[in-house]
């Protein structure tokens, strides 16, 4: 899947994500582990989801989102990869980086505020396997007690 979800991030293959289902396993190095996150992000901009984690983002941005297939141990996992990837939210004067033939390497990334607004659950087009939320999502998924996310703050100007 981690392949799959890097062609559909940088536009290689746009359906390589929904064209078969994907079988997951969890915690196979140690069986006794579990899992207990609402949301695993290993393969960006591939989300695997409990119905919990699903439902919240539906409610708050279901246009940024589409469901793939997967099957997990867990009956209550779901697979969606985040779809709304905006073109001119990164800020080239105020963001630091570095500019490969392959793509950039972004040490700090500064968000058109413009661009961002009224989307609550985004991609950006130069940094594509990142996900950003607002901060509507973020107050929503601490309300709900969501687990298995980590948040770090992002400028908007």
Do not use: C, W
């Amino acid at each position: 899947m981690h392949e799959a979800a890097e062609q559909y991030a940088f536009g290689k293959d746009a359906t390589a994500v929904f064209s078969r289902q994907y079988e997951l396993e969890f915690n196979s190095d140690d069986k006794r582990k579990k899992d207990g996150a609402d949301v695993f992000t290993f393969f960006k901009p591939v989300l695997i989801l409990t119905s919990k984690a699903r439902e919240l983002l539906k409610s708050i941005a279901p246009e940024s989102f589409l469901d793939i297939h997967v099957r997990s141990p867990n009956p209550d996992h779901l697979g969606v990869v985040v779809d709304a990837k905006l073109v001119g939210a990164f800020n080239r004067e105020l963001s630091e980086f570095d500019e490969y033939p392959n793509g950039l390497v972004v040490y700090k990334l500064v968000l058109n505020r413009l661009v961002v607004q009224g989307y609550d659950v985004f991609r950006v087009d130069e940094n594509p396997l990142s996900i950003y939320v607002s901060d509507r999502f973020l107050e929503a998924a601490e309300g709900v007690d969501l687990k298995g996310l980590d948040f770090k703050e992002v400028r908007a100007l």
